[in-house]
């Protein structure tokens, strides 16, 4: 919560328990572990949901976030351009 205040983020409630330092069944990976890894947003970004997803090999378990974006929105003066690469869940980049 400190960091999304001294970015002026937005923290999206957590996707619940995404890592384990032990293998575990993916089912028990849900409930078992600590919920470390979080999605913030900033601007015209609107976080619809975040989910974890099947477990990949990581230690982490995947999140994927739905989210929109609003048109017309000012870019606040601290934001950068970014970009972003995607993998769909089949796992072939998409287009």
Known sequence: RRVAALGGL????SA????????????LRRFAGLPIDQVFSKGGVTIHSATRLE????DHL?????FS???NQQKPLDEH???TAAISQ???TPG
């Not at 619940?16 to 089912?27: A, E, R, S």
């Open 10 to 13: 937005t923290v999206m409630p």
């Open 16 to 27: 619940g328990p995404t890592w384990i330092h032990i293998k575990l069944p993916d089912f």
């Open 55 to 58: 477990d990949t090999g990581s």
């Open 62 to 66: 995947p999140v994927m976030v739905e």
């Open 69 to 71: 974006l609003r048109l």
């Open 81 to 83: 351009e970014t970009a």
């Open 90 to 92: 089949t796992g072939k």
